[in-house]
């Protein structure tokens, strides 16, 4: 038992059902705003940033507000501060308010979340006007996700502790890897979409000429 206690903790079981409790909520907003018709594409992009907002908000909200004005996780208390102290525990920044990742939290939390609702409310709306802003979002969160670990890997590391089962796969590898594939296909889905109704129209176009 105290073996798996090092490993799983009540803070580790409470915040990955936080995380649950939100793709829950964003599942749930799909059959609330979308019709039952919309292509299984649409759904899946609705629950992924109905998911990606409320995790700005809630979660990297709260460490931003806890990182700011001479504030740092590793001095505070209260729930959202033990959540963060756990995946401190994997990437010892996230402790200590270092300026980088809280520069792109700032962007995160202020840009990409209300970037996320906009999209959705394109999104119940039918507006293809969303594959552009999906592909700026998409952008802007492979952007960050590399500058939160290049500068890690450049140095070595230093700030990374891999000796934990549940800090190494689920923190710092599922919690960030899917932030690079699902905006990657985000990116793609989005550019069929943008590039075949140039397509048609420039068709359309020459057969006017011709």
């Known amino acids: 038992m105290s073996d798996l206690s090092a490993v799983f903790s009540k803070t580790?079981?409470?915040?990955?059902?936080?995380?649950?409790?939100?793709?829950?909520?964003g599942y749930l907003g799909a059959k609330a705003f979308l019709p039952k018709n919309a292509r299984w594409q649409d759904k899946f992009t609705f629950v992924w940033l109905a998911f990606d907002a409320?995790?700005?908000?809630?979660?990297?909200?709260?460490?931003?507000?806890?990182?700011?004005?001479?504030?740092?996780?590793?001095?505070?208390?209260?729930?959202?501060?033990?959540?963060?102290?756990?995946?401190?525990?994997?990437?010892?920044r996230w402790g200590i308010s270092d300026p980088t990742v809280v520069s792109l939290e700032i962007l995160t939390v202020l840009g990409a979340g209300p970037l996320c609702c906009y999209i959705l409310k394109?999104?119940?709306?039918?507006?293809?006007?969303?594959h552009y802003w999906i592909i700026v979002l998409s952008t802007a969160e492979l952007y960050g996700g590399w500058m939160t670990f290049c500068p890690e890997w450049l140095t070595g590391s230093p700030n990374l502790n891999t000796s934990n089962v549940l800090h190494?796969?689920?923190?710092?590898?599922?919690?960030?890897?899917?932030?690079?594939?699902?905006?990657?296909?985000?990116?793609f889905d989005s550019y069929t979409h943008i590039a075949g109704s140039l397509r048609a129209q420039q068709k359309l176009a020459k057969a006017k000429k011709a």
């Open 122 to 130: 394109q999104l119940a709306n039918d507006d293809p006007a969303r």
């Open 168 to 187: 190494l796969w689920v923190y710092l590898v599922l919690m960030n890897v899917i932030w690079v594939f699902i905006p990657l296909w985000l990116m």
């Open 54 to 92: 409320l995790i700005h908000f809630s979660f990297e909200g709260s460490f931003l507000w806890l990182s700011v004005f001479g504030r740092q996780v590793n001095t505070s208390v209260g729930p959202f501060a033990d959540m963060w102290r756990e995946y401190a525990a994997a990437d010892y």
């Open 12 to 25: 580790s079981a409470y915040s990955l059902a936080g995380v649950a409790c939100h793709g829950l909520l």
